[in-house]
């Protein structure tokens, strides 16, 4: 029997001036529930303007009772870029000092390909976790990228993949892959922006208390005790985006995230160097 390999040792975050603070306008996608919701909330409380879509009219309501401020356009990120456009180039005009994106929206399937007779349908879930997950992120930032780069102050990115980016649950096959997919992408888009004035800022949620496939997990209690609150959470992630002495990270990690991200960093980030070196 072989003698497993040593892990790799574990690397902490580097630090980098915090965003953040300067910021005054964010689209923040998802924001009708979960994990945007709660950011909604303490962004408003802030005194941030928070702009966000629904597809439904009685989500959004319903989302801006318990946001009050909360700035709602009618939008299936998914209905593909002229519609989306259209609404984006909207959204610039009544908030020309947008100067962030959060994109939060995302979906989760549990799919499972062992069974010939029982196989996925393609449209209703992995096809449409690609669209949501990755289509409608990459079209979205390309479509606030001129006006950011336009700007004259700081304007951010961010990211939203999962700690499943770097350690997949067979459970979720297509949503891990989403997942590192975005986290690849806000890589070499943070190193190619790096001399502008948008920065990259990749938030990698751990297992959190939210609407994100409730069903699967009331199947299975027996991992409850791996799921943070959603509350702690956002207030973790806020904590870590105001930062301290006016740094903060381009990675915002939280429990098994971070030990996920941990490891894999102090050897991903060392390659990543050395093909893309920063002069």
């Not at 499943?164 to 649950?169: D, H, Q, R």
């Not at 997942?179 to 943070?190: D, E, V």
Request: proline letters at 7%.
């Amino acid at each position: 029997m072989s003698t497993p390999k040593p892990v790799a040792p574990f690397q902490p975050q580097e630090t980098v001036p915090a965003v953040y603070p300067a910021l005054t306008t964010i689209f923040l996608t998802g924001a009708t529930s979960g994990i945007g919701l709660a950011l909604a909330q303490r962004m408003l409380k802030e005194g941030k303007t928070v702009i966000t879509t629904a597809r439904s009219a009685e989500k959004l309501k319903a989302a801006q009772e318990l946001a009050p401020g909360l700035v709602g356009y009618m939008l299936d990120m998914t209905t593909g870029d002229k519609v989306v456009g259209s609404v984006v180039d909207q959204i610039i005009k009544d908030y020309p000092q947008l100067d962030a994106v959060i994109c939060n929206a995302g979906i989760q399937k549990t799919l499972y390909f062992n069974d010939a007779a029982n196989l996925p349908d393609p449209n209703s879930t992995w096809k449409l976790e690609i669209e949501t997950n990755i289509t409608s992120v990459l079209s979205l930032i390309q479509m606030l990228l001129p006006h950011f780069l336009a700007k004259d102050s700081p304007c951010a990115i961010m990211t939203v993949t999962s700690g499943l980016a770097f350690i997949p649950s067979a459970d979720y096959p297509i949503y891990n892959a989403t997942k590192a997919f975005i986290h690849s992408y806000s890589m070499t888009l943070r190193h190619q922006l790096r001399k502008t004035n948008v920065s990259v800022v990749e938030i990698i949620p751990p297992a959190v208390q939210s609407n994100l496939n409730p069903e699967h997990r009331e199947a299975h209690p027996e991992r409850a005790s791996m799921y943070m609150p959603l509350d702690v959470y956002a207030d973790d992630v806020l904590e870590k985006l105001r930062g301290t002495d006016g740094q903060s990270f381009d990675e915002i990690t939280s429990g098994f995230s971070e030990a996920g991200c941990g490891y894999a960093r102090a050897f991903i980030r060392q390659r990543f160097q050395m093909l893309n070196p920063s002069n």
